[in-house]
Nanobody
Framework: QVQLVESGGGLVQAGGSLRLSCAAS????????MGWYRQAPGKQRELVAR??????NYADSVKDRFTISRDGAKNMVYLQMNSLKPEDTAVYYC???????????????WGQGTQVTVSS
């Protein structure tokens, strides 16, 4: 089993910053992708940022404000969020694509989510 635990969400005023952390644990053999999605009320879940083999991708709406980073030794992924806007309010989900054994399939794993609320 693979577990993802997010932390760092909360309430912040517009223009403020938050740092999300996600710890992956359990029977992890290898991780290919680590990233963050978010889902605002009444909207579909959307990709925020991800790291694939050292390369990063960001949603246009967060470029130049958010930074994703990874600690491979600790199976951690972080999301530094600066210049937050009310439209960034959402539940943020950590996800990874990982194998649990050599030669096994790549599978998606998700955290339970952490609420980020940005007040105007």
């Amino acid at each position: 089993q693979v577990q993802l635990v997010e932390s760092g969400g909360g309430l912040v005023q517009a223009g403020g910053s938050l740092r999300l952390s996600c710890a992956a644990s359990g029977s992890i053999f290898s991780i290919n992708v680590m990233g963050w999605y978010r889902q605002a009320p009444g909207k579909q879940r959307e990709l925020v940022a991800r790291i694939i083999s050292g390369s990063t991708n960001y949603a246009d709406s967060v470029k130049d404000r958010f930074t994703i980073s990874r600690d491979g030794a600790k199976n951690m992924v972080y999301l530094q969020m600066n210049s937050l806007k009310p439209e960034d309010t959402a539940v943020y989900y950590c996800y990874i694509i990982a194998k649990t054994r050599f030669g096994g399939p790549w599978s998606d794993y998700w955290g339970q989510g952490t609420q980020v609320t940005v007040s105007s």
